[in-house]
């Protein structure tokens, strides 16, 4: 078959796996009828976890490095609830995936401040030193005694991809914890739908272009079953008010840290600003 043959047969293969989308009832007989999800959740075992405390001072940790992560944190761990309500989990696997959720960037306190605020694309090295974030927040993991194994999923696997070339274990398909998949989902969905210096608003249309992208991203980033429920989410409505609500006031917080910082001599917060209004 020609190359011509293969790229028309894989765009007819996809508008039909997006038409199929549409078709909800279809797919979630499809999806119900998968492998036990909730199931695969319940196998890793529950082991100490961080305490209240320890939970509060690690974000207010990440929180300080960097303010626009506070927004984030509660917009991404309120879509992980929901999106694990959907799968049928219980309350108690539902609390320990938010957890990780919470602390899913915990590594990128080991990540120095200027790669995190670069102005601009990162060199080879700085790309495989953020890369690294995963095991970092694992280690922080272990060093304060966590062994839950759904946390430690979560903070070590949400950039694993479903064919293998996601890191930092280069995991595939169903080696990937659930959670971890369903996360990454949640993850990329905000990432793509929160308000940045150069996208002052969002709503429907933010929405859709996310979730085209996370269609098109099912059996190479994702995984079909929690596309479909965080797809079932959106499209009801039921994540607006977290989109909406929880993304007022995120630009405002960047523009104090970037004053506060020019008061100080520093000027990370405000390049990046500046930068990214020019060029994202």
């Keep these: 078959m020609s190359d011509a043959s293969v790229s028309k047969s894989r765009v007819a293969d996809r508008a039909a796996y997006n038409a199929e989308f549409e078709n909800t009832t279809a797919l979630r007989a499809r999806v119900q009828s998968s492998s036990g999800l909730a199931s695969q959740a319940e196998a890793l075992p529950a082991g100490p976890r961080l305490s209240r405390e320890s939970l509060q001072r690690a974000l207010a940790e990440v929180e300080r490095r960097d303010a626009t992560t506070v927004a984030h944190t509660w917009r991404v761990v309120l879509y992980t609830r929901a999106l694990c309500e959907a799968a049928?989990?219980?309350h108690a696997l539902i609390e320990r995936a938010c957890e990780g959720a919470a602390l899913h960037?915990?590594?990128k306190l080991d990540v120095p401040l200027d790669?995190?605020?670069k102005p601009g694309k990162l060199t080879k090295?700085?790309?495989a030193l953020m890369r690294e974030h995963p095991i970092f927040g694992h280690?922080?993991?272990?060093?304060d005694g966590v062994k839950d194994e759904l946390i430690i999923a979560v903070v070590r696997h949400h950039h694993e991809r479903i064919d293998g070339s996601g890191y930092p274990d280069g995991l595939a398909g169903e080696e990937i914890p659930t959670v971890a998949r369903y996360f990454s989902v949640a993850d990329c969905f905000d990432a793509l739908t929160s308000v940045r210096p150069y996208r002052p608003e969002v709503g429907e249309e933010a929405s859709e272009r996310a979730l085209a992208i996370l269609r098109d991203g099912v059996g190479t980033q994702f995984c079909e079953e929690s596309v479909f429920h965080f797809h079932e989410l959106v499209r009801t409505g039921e994540?607006?008010?977290v989109m909406q609500f929880f993304n007022r006031g995120e630009r405002e917080i960047r523009l104090a840290i970037a004053e506060l910082e020019r008061e100080h001599g520093l000027t990370g917060a405000a390049e990046r600003l500046e930068w990214e209004s020019q060029h994202e």
């Design 88 to 90: 049928g989990m219980d």
């Design 105 to 107: 960037d915990l590594g």
């Design 115 to 117: 790669i995190l605020r």
């Design 125 to 127: 090295e700085e790309f």
């Design 139 to 143: 280690a922080r993991l272990a060093a």
């Design 239 to 241: 994540l607006s008010w």
